[in-house]
């Protein structure tokens, strides 16, 4: 590659970067922009997650009490309209990935407390602000009218979430930005940055606005490394489901769900009718990224377990792919878009595992920061002008991210197995006071 100039310079070919160089190109035309990608575009979470896409942002009870007061309709305004957002791209730039807005079940579906869990978010979704027509509650026949789950207690209901094949959008978003004009390197990893100029193992580029979008593959970045944690999240696939098999589970309208375990699990109806079925929670000591996960049959079990406690009738069904990757958790439990505007040096993500619908906000924010545009966005209480260190908090050093990771995670693990044991009511009730509920929109605090 040489060494080359381009105004902006963007880490990382996933959803954050490749929004953030189509936002920029669109935008303003004349801006050079390239991409520098290690691997390949949607290599990272970009390409094999869950394909939930959903109008909502991790940690934004947060954003409501940021310091001096926020327009929380705004930050609603703003959150909601990623996916009419993405809607608008898909269309107009002909993007195929297999996009079906059928809404999301967060389901109450294996024991009891899951039921109180549901019921607690759905409270504080109103609470935020949200109404009936954005989050409401379907009781145990109503759950089981959409999805026949293993004990249809209740469900949270959101029209807020889309379905799509991850890397068809990531792939689809790459080459949209290349032929807006925007220089992709791949196999092109950034191995310094200093002074304005980035090096690669084949050349350099040197850009007044350098954007760090690589989220969990942070271990490079000494700055941003103890930011974001890297976390994994793995997945399985059945083989394609009969129309009759399809007929007695029911996702009709490409649904997606979750059941209310303090493990993240998260499932869909995929476009060539296989159940897709994740659950998260693994990290390596010193935050190290992962992204082969053959070799590890046992973890695979764990996630086919939760699916067949879920969806008994699959027990006989083959599943025929499986697969991880690694996102990233944010210190301060909410996700970013932060300019540096005295070095250039911007960021966006955080996004703690929901970055598919978040990566498009974040993304149109940066880029309003970036070209200085007021649309309202860059007044949001993610966007900061400010250095990184100063922006985002540190998670803590090792080895006390190893064990507190460890120790979270395994309180969750004691949790989830009693719960669904049946085990006494007072030691359900003890190890409940570990706080954990179930990932939903707006939830995390
Ligand atoms: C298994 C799994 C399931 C998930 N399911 C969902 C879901 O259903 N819904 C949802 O909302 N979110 C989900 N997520 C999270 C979501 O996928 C991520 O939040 C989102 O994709 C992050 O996008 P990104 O572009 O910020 O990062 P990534 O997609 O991780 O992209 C980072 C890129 O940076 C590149 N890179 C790293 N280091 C360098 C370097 N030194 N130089 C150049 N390039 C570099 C990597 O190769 C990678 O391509 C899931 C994540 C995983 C792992």
Redesign the pocket.
Known sequence: MGDQRFDVAI???????LWAAYYLKTQAPDCSVCI????H??????????????SALQGEQRFHRAPGGVDGAAVRHHVLGILPEVERVLAAEGLACDYVRGGGLFAAARYPEQLDWQRAHLATLHALGYGEEDYHWLDGAGLAARLAIARPLGAIYTPHVARIQ?ARLALGLAATAARLGVRIFEQ????ADSGGTLTTPGGSVTAPVRVL?????NS?FADYRRRVLPV????IATEPLSAGQWQEIGLSGAEVFADASPVIT?GQRSADDRLVF?ARGAYRFGGLPRSRFDGDPGAFHQVRALLLACLPQLQDVAITHAW?????IPRSGSPHAVLDPVTGFASL?G?T???????NLMARSLVDLILERDTGLSSMPWCQRLPMRKALRRWEPEPLRWLGFRAISSILGWQEAACAAGAAPWKRRLLGLTGNRRSIPGDRD
């Open positions: 880490i990382g070919g996933g959803y954050s970067g520098l990608e290690a691997e575009c949607g290599f990272g979470a970009s390409g094999r997650n869950g394909g939930w896409m959903m991850p092109t990893p950034v191995i979008a690589v989220e969990g593959f490079r994994q999240s793995r997945i998260y994740g991880g990757g690694t996102l990233g993500g996004y595992g929901e970055g598919v619908g978040a990566a």
